[in-house]
């Protein structure tokens, strides 16, 4: 019990909580809600609303139609090829050759609209995944530094391992399988539209369907674990600072009951700064994710959208290829959440779980 | 409207063809040829009205104009290459009308390679 007191108070004493640390997560940018992390701990510190909501809706849907805006003119070129096909199929061919080299050339052209679509998309999810990770890796030791002076030592050094692996397994899960299936199945979906007879596009959203089931299941088992540890490591928390204060006041004769309330005020102090730096990069992490995905839903709606309104007289093949597009896009705002929800839970468990509670 | 000078040339055309075929059918052949291409060319204004709106369309979505032109080139060949398959079945000249079609279906193809070499590019360089 004393050397676990010593240790305490060494790590106590020794331990940096430099309030400028977290200028250099400031490297991840600003948040299109227009604010950096340092930005987003400063106003926390002094008390200011760094997002207020009157302010975010006006935004949301500013940039909900200008995306709408920039991929109504693909979908517009899509809508025009598709109904000049449709007239043109219309007129009884006996010249079959034609009939198929005049759809195939469309939709070509329409496939390449789509697939320049995609590209961009998907390169936005996969930097959207990478940074929120290496994000979470970044402010995991800024928050430590603040957790152990917060007689959090144990917790932070209990919890943040598994953490750092389950946030890692969980980006590289999406890098290495849920990207390359996505990719997989929009591939399947475009080859097999070209033929009437063969159709792939069942086989495509099973790939989808799988790649999404075992990225959520390694969430909900990663949130599992960590909600867990998180649960029985906050009274491990609790008994550090008792035994450090029980140390000191019993160990110091005079000044000992005096030093006993300084460690209690230290270590008061040190809470409030974890919890400004973790739910600042809550935060961070929630309006980073939330207007690529606010844009990639527009995307998804304009594209169901044009696929509804072109099955009423284009051709099955080219609603199936939207159909598959949206399907695909939705995916990949599956994986974004996903990974953002669990990088969230991983914080705010961190959080939860070195709070005092009922040691002061 | 269109459709009426269409229709008011048309019919003429057809009844002298029908006229034509009992004594002369080398003149009909030709009469029927020739009011075929006009009838055709009758057509172009409003097309290029709707080439002009796709036209803005394309030029907005930031697409090569080329492959919408390409593709509008394969509609547009193929209802030649059956309207002049059809002319010569129609004179009794079924290997000619044979030949016409595959010329169009190579022609069709040259005309496409490009779009499918400008996919091939474009899915190459969408993966990571």
């Known amino acids: 019990m004393k050397k ?11 331990t940096p909580v430099r309030a400028d640390d977290y200028n250099k997560l ?6 299109e809600a227009g604010f950096t992390f340092s930005d987003a701990v400063n106003s926390m510190t002094d008390g200011h609303q760094i997002v207020k909501a009157n302010e975010m809706w006006p935004k949301i849907y500013e940039i909900a139609v200008s995306e709408i805006n920039t991929n109504l003119s693909a979908v517009s070129v899509i809508f025009a090829l598709s109904f000049l096909l449709a007239v043109f199929s219309t007129s009884r ?19 390449g609209i789509i697939t320049s679509a995609f590209g961009e998309i998907s390169k936005l999810g996969i930097s959207l995944i990478q940074n929120t990770v290496l994000f979470l890796n970044s402010v995991i030791p800024i928050l430590g530094t603040a957790i152990a002076g917060s007689a959090g030592a144990g917790v932070f050094a209990s919890l943040s391992p598994q953490i750092l692996i389950f946030s890692s397994l ?5 890098k290495s399988i849920g990207m390359p299936a996505v990719y997989f199945s929009f591939g399947l979906s475009l ?17 989808r369907s799988t790649a999404l089931w075992i990225v959520s ?12 540890s998180g649960m029985s490591c906050s009274s491990l928390n609790a008994a550090a600072l008792k035994s450090a204060k029980f140390a000191v006041s019993g160990l110091v004769p005079v000044l000992g009951s005096l030093m006993t309330d300084s460690i209690e005020a230290v270590a008061g102090g040190a809470v409030v700064i974890k919890n400004i ?21 527009s995307v998804i709606f304009i594209y169901k959208i044009s696929s509804a309104l072109i099955g009423t007289f284009g051709d099955k093949r080219i609603t199936s290829v939207l159909d598959n597009m949206a399907g695909v896009l939705s995916a990949i705002t599956g994986f974004i959440i996903a990974c953002s929800v669990s990088c969230i839970i991983s914080l705010s468990v961190l959080l939860g779980a070195s709070n005092l509670g009922g040691a002061l | ?35 075929g291409i006009i009838i055709l060319l009758y057509a172009l204004p409003a097309l290029s009205n709707v080439f002009k709106s796709i036209d803005s369309f394309v030029r907005k979505a930031n697409v090569n104009t080329v492959y919408i032109k390409t593709a509008v080139k394969i509609m547009g060949l193929s209802y030649i290459t059956q309207f002049s398959s059809e002319m010569c079945r129609d004179a009794g000249e079924n290997a000619l009308a044979s030949c016409i079609e595959v010329c169009g279906k190579i022609i069709m193809l040259a005309l496409s390679l490009p779009i499918a070499e400008a996919l091939f590019k474009l899915t190459e360089g969408i993966i990571p």
Do not use: W
């Open chain 2, 1 to 35: 409207m269109d459709i009426f000078k269409i229709v008011v040339f048309a019919l003429p055309s057809c009844l002298l063809c029908i006229l034509l075929r009992q004594y002369r059918p080398d003149y009909s052949f030709a009469v029927s040829i020739v009011s």
């Open chain 1, 277 to 297: 730096i973790g739910s600042a990069g809550i935060l961070f992490i929630f309006f980073s994710v939330l207007f690529p995905v606010i844009k990639i839903a």
């Open chain 1, 93 to 111: 061919h006996r010249f079959k050759g034609g009939e198929n080299a005049a759809f195939l050339s469309v939709y070509m052209i329409i496939t």
């Open chain 1, 170 to 174: 969980c980006g590289n899960l999406i």
């Open chain 1, 26 to 31: 400031d490297s991840f940018g600003i948040t």
């Open chain 1, 191 to 207: 080859i097999g539209n070209l033929s009437p007879h063969y159709s792939t596009a069942s086989l495509a959203k099973v790939i």
């Open chain 1, 4 to 14: 676990a007191a010593v240790l305490f108070l060494i790590i106590l004493i020794t």
């Open chain 1, 217 to 228: 299941g390694a969430v909900t088992i990663f949130s599992a674990v960590v909600s867990v």
